[in-house]
């Protein structure tokens, strides 16, 4: 599995979601609502075709001057409805082939982040890739 390929295709799928900016690397600035794909930690010879599992996080964030709209925002983002994260994956689960499969499997780390001295409202997405 070429994990290049994997945050390609992870990338592609999330850019099918409406009014949300992916960055496909780690940026020094933002311009929300986006989502930063992030590698996370992995696993060699998972299967019995030696294959790998490798966890992706991606990072949602939006802005905090209007708080409320933002979280109901960020509640459409983690659903399972035709604009969320959980949809776009899961309607492209090879990732345009980059993978044998991939999933959301949870959200975690809710609250404020900052970016380049400036506060989000965000989460934390979490993908299991299998390939």
Known sequence: MNLTSVRAGITSALETIDNLRIY???????????????????????????????????LVMLTR?????????????????????????????TLSGSCDSARVTSWNNPGTFTIGGIEYLGVEVNLEVLG
């Open 24 to 58: 496909e690397w780690i940026p020094s600035t933002i311009q929300p609502p986006a989502a930063v794909v992030s590698l996370g930690t992995g696993q060699y010879d998972a299967d019995l075709d030696n294959g790998m599992i490798v966890n992706y996080g991606v």
């Open 65 to 93: 001057a209007d708080d409320q709209n933002s979280q109901q925002r960020l509640d459409d983002f983690l659903g399972q409805d035709t604009n969320s994260i959980f949809h776009a994956i899961d309607t492209n689960p």
